[in-house]
């Protein structure tokens, strides 16, 4: 068994807010989760490949040597840029994509609420759908055939899984209380073994079935300030709606998600002028 495995961090069981990931309380809980979630895996197929990219800010969160596996053979991806980012190395030889650690969509009631980046956009719509990371990268697993089989992270983003990612078994982590309050769950880890249980057993079925790729994608994004826009606005298959808004579209979705990268990391320079 082939397994993706994209980790992100503001859903990750126990931690509240971006201050508090610095502290080395938070890098024990990311850890601890990873492993359990690890031995549960080993538990259904001790000699599974899982491939663990790092994909939250720079890529710099999971240390290697903090990982435990006994069978599992395990690869990570680590560092910043690279291709497809929260999903590098994604292809259709994988029977699964599991995303952990993952958190709602701008404006939305989870906790560190964003859309891939905090920092530069406000809003983002795939064919006139408001959509976040979990649907933006699940939809980018079922180009390459490959179904999400599992995703964890705050209660608040199950709503976002079911309509958009149906196939996948959703745990909660936490708990929103603010945007920087979280709740974390007394069995959330006692419980994260049952889940990845059920979602490696339906791994094989799902793989075999067939799942619904996106055709055609018009990506529609509205950032925080006009100078975003100002300056992704100059590709030439960009067109520009509003002051602070740009829209594209493409008819394949892997080349529609490069494009996105690309104008995520245009916009993040541009705030730094």
Do not use: C
């Not at 259904?44 to 990982?67: C, E, K, Q, T």
């Not at 719509?125 to 933006?136: P, R």
């Amino acid at each position: 068994m082939r397994l993706f495995v994209s980790v992100d961090y503001e859903g990750i069981w126990g931690v509240p807010s971006w201050e508090f990931m610095k502290t080395e309380e938070a890098k024990q809980l990311l850890h601890k989760e990873l492993n359990v979630l690890l031995k549960s895996i080993e538990e259904v197929n001790a000699n599974a490949y899982v491939l663990m990219v790092d994909s939250h800010s720079r890529g710099d969160n999971i240390y290697r040597s903090m990982l435990e596996t006994s069978s599992v053979k395990l690869d990570l991806v680590s560092g910043y840029p690279r291709p497809n980012y929260m999903m590098t190395g994604i292809d259709s030889t994988f029977d699964g994509v599991m995303f952990v650690g993952y958190h709602t969509k701008a404006g939305g009631w989870g906790a560190m609420d964003h859309s891939y980046s905090s920092s530069t956009i406000y809003r983002l719509l795939i064919n006139g759908k408001e959509v976040g990371e979990s649907t933006i990268n699940g939809f980018l697993a079922h180009y390459h055939g490959v179904p999400v089989i599992f995703v964890s992270g705050s209660e608040e983003l199950e709503e976002e899984i079911k309509e958009n990612l149906p196939e996948a078994v959703f745990h909660a982590t936490n708990k929103t209380w603010s945007r920087f309050s979280a709740q974390s769950y007394h069995d959330a880890l006692l419980t994260l073994p049952e889940k990845v249980h059920q979602a490696l057993q339906n791994a094989k079925q799902l793989k075999d079935s067939s799942i619904t790729k996106i055709g055609e994608a018009t990506f529609t994004v509205e950032f925080l300030n006009r100078l975003a826009a100002d300056v992704t606005s100059e590709l030439p298959f960009v067109k520009r709606l509003s002051s602070r808004t740009i829209e594209f579209t493409m008819s394949d979705y892997a080349q529609a998600f490069h494009a996105f990268q690309a104008i995520v990391f245009m916009a993040s320079s541009a705030m730094r002028l």
